[in-house]
């Protein structure tokens, strides 16, 4: 039977790791695959996880199998980190997935059961395993507007005017914040105008945040998401621990689903747990009870508060150090986007030509669509990377 399958693409961050693994040049700069490093270029277990991871390793005495949703005291921390009391507690329906990919997947499978003929807005660009989920499910897709190529920020004007075209039983996929590929996001005045567009179209809002505490602070990172939830009557979140407790390979992930009354919830909880169920039985437990127990005590909650911070401002210090270097290279101020940007990302905005022209002559590894991992540099390759890009003219 294996003789019709046909070559899937090949997954494109994955083939430019595989490059950069084989170039030879000690100067060479990665800045490719999503996840962070430290200046040393470690992504390292967060400490508050190995204390967790101990403390577990000794009070643990069964593995047995969680809920069909997974731990519920894991949902309930992750509403609360996530929503904060946005919304009443008893119209969330939630269920722990494999990663915010499988909360992502199991977002989309709900939408095609409820409505097997919504369209879902995704904004140009987002991330890839958004289209690729959508398409492989066989859901049709609107992109709306978002980056400007000029001024490397929102094309507001543009988003406002695509997203008036949903309607009700359409979704509407945003980043909650820390946008990727572009590391561009909406203002708060932004936000309220989008609130105000999904409540007259009627359309749903479904927001992915897999980036939370990586741009402007925890409560400022999910400030939009709680401010959707307040104003609409239904809405789906899909939120990732893989970059914030930095415990990617856990597949550690929340779907929430939030409805209008608490019937309406009653519904969506069983109908979470059925999707679980045909997709992968029990989500993974490891990651989701780090977190609970995270976030849960105030000492280990303090620690993973204080090493969150200092990976955003790592974050921040380098987007600082390459727009100033760009500034003094270039003598203008038409990098100073980098700094504006939040999150891991920033998309610099340039031809795939560029791009391989900054892999083949200065060893820079970015995906083709010039999304560069920020927190893919040091204070060392900020330099380097800076005089390549004035070097081969962008
Ligand atoms: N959503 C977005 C926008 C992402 O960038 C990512 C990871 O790169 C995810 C969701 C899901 O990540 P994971 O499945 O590793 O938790």
Request: aromatic share 6%; with cysteine; glycine share 8%.
């Amino acid at each position: 039977m294996f003789e019709t399958l046909k070559a899937q693409p090949a997954d494109k961050i994955l083939a430019l790791m595989q490059m950069y693994r084989e170039d030879p040049r000690d100067t060479k700069v990665d800045l490719g695959v999503g996840v962070y490093k430290d200046a040393t270029g470690l992504t390292p277990v967060m400490r508050a996880v190995k204390k967790a991871e101990h403390q577990l390793w000794e009070t643990q005495v069964s593995k047995v199998y969680t809920g069909l949703a997974g731990d519920p005291a894991f949902g309930d921390a992750m509403i609360d980190l996530v929503l904060d009391g946005a919304v009443a507690r008893d119209t969330i329906a939630a269920a722990a997935t494999p990663g915010g990919t499988g909360a992502v997947r199991q977002a989309f499978e709900l939408i095609q059961m409820a409505r097997p003929d919504a369209r879902v807005f995704v904004s140009d660009p987002t991330w890839p395993n958004h289209l690729s989920i959508l398409s492989y499910l066989g859901i049709e897709t609107i992109p709306y507007r978002y980056f400007d190529n000029e001024t490397r920020g929102v094309d507001f004007d543009g988003l406002i005017e695509d997203l008036k075209t949903a309607r009700k039983g359409d979704v509407v996929l945003l980043h909650g914040c820390c946008h990727n590929p572009t590391g561009a996001n909406l203002n708060p005045a932004e936000w309220d105008a989008v609130i105000e567009v999904l409540l007259q179209t009627g359309a749903t809002p479904m927001i992915d945040i897999a980036y939370q505490g990586f741009g402007d602070g925890l409560a400022e990172d999910a400030a939009a998401t709680r401010k959707v939830v307040a104003a609409v009557p239904e809405c789906l979140i899909a939120a990732s621990c893989s970059k914030n407790f930095g415990i990617y390979r856990e597949r550690t992930g929340l779907l929430m689903a939030i409805a209008s009354d608490k019937s309406a919830q009653q519904l969506n909880q069983q109908t979470l747990a059925f999707l679980n169920r045909q997709n992968f039985s029990f989500p993974p437990d490891h990651g989701a009870r780090l977190v609970t127990m995270i976030l849960n005590d105030s000492a280990l909650r303090a620690d993973w508060q204080a090493e969150l911070e200092e990976v955003r401002h790592a974050m921040l210090g380098l987007r600082t150090q390459l727009a100033g270097e760009l500034q003094r290279l270039s003598g203008s101020d038409r990098f100073g986007f980098l700094a504006q940007h939040r999150g891991m990302f920033s998309r610099l905005g340039t031809t795939p030509e560029m791009v391989e022209k900054l892999r083949a002559d200065h060893g820079i590894y970015m995906v083709g669509d010039s999304r560069m991992n920020i927190a893919g540099l040091n204070a060392e390759t900020v330099p380097i990377l800076a005089k390549a890009i004035i070097d081969v003219g962008i």
